[in-house]
């Protein structure tokens, strides 16, 4: 059943066009740009039914700054956006102990490109893991203190080593904080 809603949730969520990002937090994303996710129609059948609320992506100035000064663009793949918030809709049973997302972010400088998604929040390790490409499950950030913007997401050793090597460069490392994240469940 669990495979079955989220196939659903993601086959809805494949008509759902994606703005782009640019890497500074205050215009992080345009404020009209919705997901047809939050909204549950346009797709025969309420997509809200299997959507358990979502959780709001806010870039750290200091990283966003980082981001452009390195040329890398930020975009949400399969994710919607509020204002300078990039919005993921939380799937699966958070009852659990984890929080199950769809979406994610697809960052790029020139033809190089990476992206992160479908992340899982294990509220009892403290890490975030996503896929890399669609192809391997890894931890991408550990989450740390809350703050008034949400959770801090602050990059893994391995997150840092896979941004350095897919884009040539030695910014990231283990412990930068890309951002913050705050889960609403409905």
Same mark, same amino acid.
């Given at each position: 059943?669990?495979? $079955?809603?989220?196939?659903?949730?993601?086959?809805? #969520?494949?008509?759902?066009?994606?703005?782009?990002?640019?890497?500074?937090? #205050?215009?992080?994303?345009?404020?009209?740009? !919705?997901?047809?996710?939050? !909204?549950? !129609?346009?797709?025969?059948?309420?997509? $809200?039914?299997?959507?358990?609320?979502?959780?709001?992506?806010?870039?750290?100035?200091?990283?966003?700054?980082?981001?452009?000064?390195?040329?890398?663009?930020?975009?949400?793949?399969?994710?919607?956006?509020?204002?300078?918030?990039?919005?993921?809709?939380?799937?699966?049973?958070?009852?659990?102990?984890?929080?199950?997302?769809?979406?994610? &972010?697809?960052?790029?400088?020139?033809?190089?490109?990476?992206?992160?998604?479908?992340?899982?929040?294990?509220?009892?390790?403290?890490? &975030?893991?996503?896929?890399?490409?669609?192809?391997?499950?890894?931890? &991408?950030?550990?989450?740390?203190?809350?703050?008034?913007?949400?959770?801090?997401?602050?990059?893994?050793?391995?997150?840092?080593? &896979?941004?350095?090597?897919?884009?040539?460069?030695?910014?990231?490392?283990?412990?930068?904080?890309?951002?913050?994240?705050?889960?609403?469940?409905?």
């Amino acid at each position: 059943m669990r495979n $079955r809603v989220i196939t659903a949730c993601l086959a809805a #969520a494949l008509a759902i066009p994606t703005a782009a990002v640019t890497a500074t937090p #205050a215009a992080a994303a345009p404020a009209s740009a !919705h997901s047809a996710l939050a !909204h549950g !129609h346009g797709y025969g059948f309420d997509v $809200r039914k299997f959507v358990k609320g979502r959780t709001e992506l806010t870039l750290d100035p200091a990283a966003a700054q980082a981001l452009t000064s390195l040329g890398v663009t930020v975009k949400p793949f399969l994710a919607g956006t509020r204002g300078s918030k990039i919005s993921f809709a939380i799937v699966g049973n958070p009852k659990d102990g984890t929080i199950e997302h769809i979406g994610g &972010l697809l960052f790029q400088a020139g033809r190089k490109w990476l992206l992160l998604s479908n992340y899982t929040i294990d509220l009892n390790r403290g890490v &975030l893991t996503g896929l890399i490409d669609l192809r391997q499950r890894a931890p &991408l950030f550990t989450l740390g203190a809350p703050t008034s913007q949400g959770v801090t997401l602050a990059l893994t050793d391995a997150a840092a080593d &896979l941004l350095n090597t897919r884009f040539g460069v030695t910014a990231f490392t283990e412990g930068l904080v890309i951002g913050y994240g705050n889960p609403i469940l409905r």
